[in-house]
């Protein structure tokens, strides 16, 4: 497992649209490591977000990777328009897939990178046949659906049951966690050994500006003992 620096992965969904080109520039001056684009269809989760224009959009203004949290009913059927569009990793869950192992090999078979999402009440064993497939497990510390939500704790020791998988197995996958991350819950996930956190609000809805934020989000975690 990557125990490097830990990657800062900025949510849009908590961004200005009138101005998500400068705020992504903004956010990669200041050391985002990818640009997380949340996928939401009214379906999967009680809310509706972008589809793959914003990410044709984004491709033209970033060379970071864009990374596609798919929160919606059926992800297979829309990976090829997301590839088109320029999208560089996949986070697909694991609720509501009875193929998952297939839509995994589907977006390897794209050559894009591929991760899967876990909820708060799914327990970690659930990745046990799968991690070994994936670039990045996603552990969900928030139900996902909306920004601005509190930070749910008792994740942390899921997160922790993940890192001993990827250490156990020796993968270079990484552990990424997303929802509520801002300046107090960030040291706990790394401590639980996360190595990439997205962050929307914490970002983008801070008031202080985005490379401030991030600045202030990366001495947070900086120190922490992993
Ligand atoms: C929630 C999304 C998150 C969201 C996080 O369903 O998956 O990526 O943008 O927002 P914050 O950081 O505000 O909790
Ligand atoms: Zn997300």
Redesign the pocket.
């Known amino acids: 497992m990557d125990k490097g620096n830990v990657k800062l992965a900025p949510?849009i969904?908590s961004a200005d649209f009138s101005h998500l080109g400068k705020q992504v520039a903004e956010a990669e001056r200041a050391g985002a490591d990818r640009i997380?684009v949340?996928i939401m269809d009214g379906h999967f989760v009680p809310n509706i977000s972008m589809g793959a224009p914003i990410v044709q959009s984004l491709r033209r203004v970033t060379d970071l990777r864009l990374e596609i949290?798919m929160m919606i009913t059926d992800p297979d059927f829309f990976l090829d328009q997301f590839v088109e569009a320029g999208s560089d990793s996949f986070l697909v869950h694991w609720e509501g897939n009875n193929n998952l192992h297939r839509t995994v090999q589907r977006i390897k078979s794209l050559r894009k990178r591929a991760g899967v999402a876990i909820n708060p009440a799914t327990p970690a064993l659930v990745l046990e046949e799968i991690i070994s497939d994936l670039d990045q497990v996603l552990v969900m510390t928030v139900n996902?659906g909306f920004g601005h939500q509190q930070f749910i704790h008792s994740t942390l020791p899921k997160i922790r049951r993940v890192g001993q998988m990827i250490e156990q197995r020796n993968l270079e996958c990484e552990l990424e966690v997303?929802g509520g991350i801002d300046e107090a819950t960030a040291p706990l996930t790394v401590a639980a050994g996360a190595n990439v956190l997205?962050a929307g609000s914490s970002i983008f809805g801070a008031g202080v500006g985005v490379c401030a934020a991030m600045h202030q989000l990366r001495r947070a975690i900086d120190g922490v003992v992993r």
Do not use: R
């Open positions: 949510s969904l997380h949340d949290h996902p997303d997205v």
